[in-house]
């Protein structure tokens, strides 16, 4: 193990929830490039209730926490938002380049 990597074992409980909730991003990540190489649209989302998530889909007896969301498909033609504009930083100011 490199010196830049936290040893998995001496994290704690909290820190151990930390990490593997930033993990689905990672996931979720792949989903989304995936998503657009398809051509199909996917809604990333925080701001919702975990512990209903977590009680529907029954994660809580799998031992799970819902972290985020993702809805996956593809617009509906009355969906008047897709014609808004897109609202991008230019790359220079989203990327600080060493
Ligand atoms: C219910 C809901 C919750 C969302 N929560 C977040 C959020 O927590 N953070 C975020 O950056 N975007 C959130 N979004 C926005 C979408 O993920 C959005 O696709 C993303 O910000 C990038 O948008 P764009 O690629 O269409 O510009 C949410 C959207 C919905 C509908």
């Known amino acids: 193990m490199s010196e830049g990597t936290a040893k998995l074992e001496s994290r704690?409980?909290?820190e151990l929830q930390n990490w593997t909730s930033k993990q689905t991003y990672l996931a979720l990540n792949n989903?989304?490039?995936a998503c657009a190489e398809l051509r199909i649209d996917a809604c990333p989302?925080?701001?919702f209730i975990p512990e209903?998530?977590?009680e529907i889909l029954g994660l809580d007896k799998q031992?799970?926490?819902a972290s985020v969301i993702a809805t996956v498909g593809y617009r509906s033609e009355k969906d008047h938002t897709q014609f808004r504009t897109?609202?991008?930083k230019p790359i220079n100011?989203?990327?600080e380049t060493l």
């Open 31 to 33: 989903l989304i490039i």
């Open 12 to 14: 704690n409980k909290e």
């Open 86 to 88: 897109k609202v991008r």
């Open 45 to 47: 989302m925080e701001g």
């Open 52 to 54: 209903k998530y977590n």
């Open 63 to 65: 031992n799970l926490n």
């Open 93 to 95: 100011e989203l990327f």
